[in-house]
């Protein structure tokens, strides 16, 4: 399991400020949106739930693995269940796969002028969201950034929610 965290002091109290941690299957994914719970339990070690994005990651043993689409409901029924192991294999394991719901948002840029990053189609999970950077070359400026996901820009940041199917985000640049 690789982790990192930045801890600050804090009247004597070390507070994590960040942390990541690599998820099986899917890579480096970054905690400082999810609220997270160490367990007792001597299988399911810690519990990471994303609230808006129904995103669920667990340690379990030695490796994180994660989950999409996981109700609320269903992420405080587990925290609060008395074998958590028990709870994962019921309830969890089987009916939130990430793997069975994923899907490609390829960025593209239209013409000349500017680049998009990232540059590589971008796997994303059901329901999860993606950005992208959008960066004009010296003497351009973004024109649009459209394409089939939808999604709003702001300032040179293009955000995405809701992804439920394969898409495209093309960048368009002007002089």
Same mark, same amino acid.
């Given at each position: 399991?690789?982790?990192?965290?930045?801890?600050?002091?804090?009247?004597?109290?070390? $507070? &994590?400020?960040? +942390? *990541?941690?690599?998820?099986? @299957?899917?890579?480096? $994914?970054?905690l400082?949106?999810?609220?997270? *719970?160490?367990? +007792?339990?001597?299988?399911?070690r810690?519990?990471? @739930?994303?609230?808006?994005? =129904?995103?669920?990651?667990?340690?379990? %043993?030695?490796?994180?693995?994660?989950?999409?689409?996981?109700?609320?409901? $269903?992420?405080?029924?587990?925290?609060?269940? +008395?074998?958590?192991? =028990?709870?994962?294999?019921?309830?969890?394991?089987?009916n939130?796969?990430?793997?069975?719901?994923? @899907?490609? &948002?390829?960025?593209s &840029?239209?013409?000349?002028?500017?680049?998009?990053?990232? /540059? +590589?189609?971008?796997? $994303?999970?059901?329901?999860?969201?993606?950005?992208?950077?959008?960066?004009? %070359?010296?003497? @351009?400026?973004? #024109? /649009?950034?459209?394409? *089939?996901?939808?999604?709003?820009l702001?300032? %040179?940041?293009? =955000?995405?929610?809701?992804?439920?199917? #394969?898409? *495209?985000?093309?960048? =368009?640049?002007?002089?």
């Amino acid at each position: 399991m690789i982790s990192f965290a930045m801890y600050v002091a804090v009247g004597g109290v070390s $507070v &994590v400020q960040a +942390e *990541t941690i690599f998820v099986k @299957y899917r890579g480096m $994914v970054d905690l400082s949106e999810f609220s997270c *719970t160490d367990t +007792e339990s001597s299988f399911i070690r810690r519990i990471c @739930y994303k609230r808006v994005d =129904k995103y669920l990651v667990v340690l379990l %043993n030695d490796a994180y693995y994660h989950y999409c689409q996981v109700p609320q409901d $269903v992420a405080q029924q587990w925290l609060s269940a +008395e074998s958590k192991g =028990k709870f994962y294999n019921a309830k969890i394991k089987g009916n939130f796969d990430c793997r069975l719901s994923g @899907y490609t &948002v390829t960025p593209s &840029v239209s013409g000349v002028g500017g680049a998009i990053d990232p /540059s +590589e189609p971008v796997l $994303v999970y059901s329901g999860e969201r993606v950005s992208f950077s959008i960066m004009a %070359n010296s003497g @351009y400026s973004i #024109d /649009s950034v459209g394409g *089939t996901c939808g999604g709003k820009l702001s300032g %040179n940041m293009f =955000k995405i929610d809701e992804i439920s199917s #394969d898409c *495209t985000v093309i960048a =368009k640049f002007r002089q």
